[in-house]
């Protein structure tokens, strides 16, 4: 029987976890247009607004992930989710009352970025205790699945909900799945035993330790991190650029951001056929290298919004591709007990070029144009594969399948070796 069949606290934290990444998905796209259009910002202070909400990643990220494995996670959770419902609630009663300014919404962003990292880092943790071992992949499999379906209707109702609402009053619809998480999570009748464990800061240091001597697991961290500069740079500036170059409606660009980022469903069966097909390193370049050339069509949007749809539903098949190799190698690869500190130190590094890559974008467009950073952004995506292509990876047609296991060189067949 399915697992949200029989087990009701899981599908508690399934709808609540469901329901408020559709709002997150949905302020996504409300928030540069607020500052767009509402409060006249600059290309750089959008960029900069979109740095604000993944900055904490950067600041807190390691600390965050010490904290919560000496705490229960359950009140963690409530606490983040009614922080969050307050903010986003808020942010419309500032517009009505005309107070609304870009430093009040970039303090906001970088308040409901903080909860944001608490709540996710709580979330990873909790599930594992919630449900029994043989359940975890079923659980995982259907909280991911659910989170990119409603990822991509937020975003696609996110331009919608703007153009019919306005800016300020979408927020609502987020604060109003916040409300939701919050009953989801109340109604939860699992209780968790009270932690014994002590401080982290040394399995901080040894997470740390652990990624900077392997050498597959330091080039899929510095991928991760340049990968993500490059994303974000283009993505902090293409709302901007779709509006103002490319004279798009709100609700267009929502329409447009949601087809292109549906790429990524299509990526987490593509990833697991790559790999089975042409061996898992190849695959990994094939996702991360090759389709990610497409994102080069993106600053040619202005010519036609086809070409955006293209560009973007590339990248994402291919970022999320890559995601399903790079998730399978590493829990066969790291083990068990190594696993917490492995994640903890390449979420820090990986998130934490983020708010740095949306600095960039937004500083570039300010700068030069918003057609020439796109350029420059969207060139990157495809140059961070050369990370990878300039490691080990290059010469073999697997990944190893375990810690400091020997892996095959890649078959001499030419046509093979083509593929990689």
Request: charged share 10%.
């Amino acid at each position: 029987m399915s697992l949200l069949r029989r087990h009701r606290d899981f599908r508690l934290l399934w709808t609540g976890e469901t329901i408020s990444r559709f709002g997150s998905a949905t302020s996504s796209v409300a928030l540069p247009l607020i500052a767009i259009s509402m409060l006249q910002a600059t290309t750089f202070q959008v960029g900069l607004l979109t740095a604000a909400a993944w900055a904490p990643w950067l600041l807190i990220g390691l600390p965050a992930g010490a904290w919560i494995d000496r705490v229960r996670r359950r009140p963690v959770l409530l606490g983040s989710s009614a922080a969050s419902f307050l903010l986003f609630a808020a942010l419309p009663l500032a517009a009505w009352a005309d107070v609304l300014t870009i430093h009040l919404l970039l303090a906001a962003a970088i308040l409901a970025g903080a909860a944001a990292v608490v709540f996710q880092t709580a979330y990873t943790a909790y599930l594992p205790n919630l449900v029994d071992p043989a359940d975890h992949a079923e659980g995982n499999a259907k909280l991911h699945g659910s989170a990119s379906a409603a990822q991509i209707a937020g975003l696609g109702c996110g331009g919608l909900v703007v153009q019919l609402a306005g800016p300020a009053n979408a927020l609502l619809v987020d604060a109003a799945t916040f409300l939701v998480a919050i009953m989801c999570l109340a109604a939860i009748g699992f209780r968790e035993r009270r932690t014994t464990s002590g401080r982290q800061a040394g399995a901080i240091r040894a997470g740390i330790a652990l990624v900077a001597r392997d050498v597959w697991l330091r080039t899929l961290t510095i991928f991760g991190a340049v990968s993500n500069l490059a994303l974000m740079g283009y993505q902090a500036i293409v709302v901007v650029f779709l509006v103002r170059e490319a004279g798009l409606t709100a609700g267009t660009v929502g329409a447009l951001v949601a087809a292109a980022t549906s790429g990524g469903v299509a990526g987490a069966f593509a990833g697991r056929r790559l790999a089975a097909r042409f061996g898992t390193a190849r695959a990994l370049l094939i996702c991360e290298l090759g389709l990610p050339t497409l994102a080069l069509l993106i600053p040619l949007s202005s010519l036609s919004p086809w070409l955006y749809l293209a560009g973007g539903f590339g990248v994402s098949l291919g970022v999320v591709g890559g995601n399903v190799v790079k998730a399978t190698f590493l829990q066969s690869y790291c083990p068990p007990d190594l696993f917490g500190r492995l994640t903890a130190t390449s979420s820090f590094v990986n998130y934490g070029t983020i708010p740095l890559g949306a600095l960039l974008g937004g500083t570039l467009g300010q700068t030069l144009g918003l057609g020439p950073a796109l350029w420059i952004t969207t060139a990157g995506v495809p140059l961070a594969g050369l990370v990878l292509l300039c490691s080990p990876i290059r010469r073999r047609r697997d990944l190893p399948t375990h810690h400091g296991s020997v892996v095959p060189a890649a078959t001499t067949d030419s046509s093979r070796d083509r593929m990689a």
